[in-house]
């Protein structure tokens, strides 16, 4: 069975388990400000893409987190919070979608401005997928190719 992973099952899964693992919404990253406060924003970019090997795509993502605490003045604690609520929560391999996890080991927070805090880390992925052409022909595996030395054929 092909496990595909598309950019938008990983953006979606970050997303999902920050909003779950804290309880807080997750804001739409378009959205400019004001922010609603308590939430996240979430952004991802595209780090790396090409192929791992003949079946398998590699897939490099770099997330940047944004907290926006409940106030812009004296938030330490409730980073604080957040920042081991997060951190905590990446301990187990992360699910992305059923057969493909990752473990991110290396968060990075930094407090940015008032009551702003900046989460980012960044993960690797070797996932199938399936080139399929305009008449639906897919990634079969070739046939071995036998040639007759003597009849040339």
Known sequence: MITVV???DIFKSVCDHISKVTDLPVADSDMEEPVIRPSFKIFMDTVKMGLFSSALRQVKVYFNIYFYSS???HSKGEIMYIKDKI???FFDPFEIKENCCVYVDDLEFEKVA???LNCSFNFEIATE???ENK?????EVMEDLYVDEKSGK
Do not use: C, M, P
């Open 129 to 131: 997928f399936r080139n």
């Open 87 to 89: 951190a905590i929560s």
């Open 114 to 116: 008032d009551g702003i």
């Open 71 to 73: 106030k812009r003045k």
């Open 135 to 139: 008449d639906g022909i897919g990634n």
């Open 6 to 8: 598309t950019l938008k």
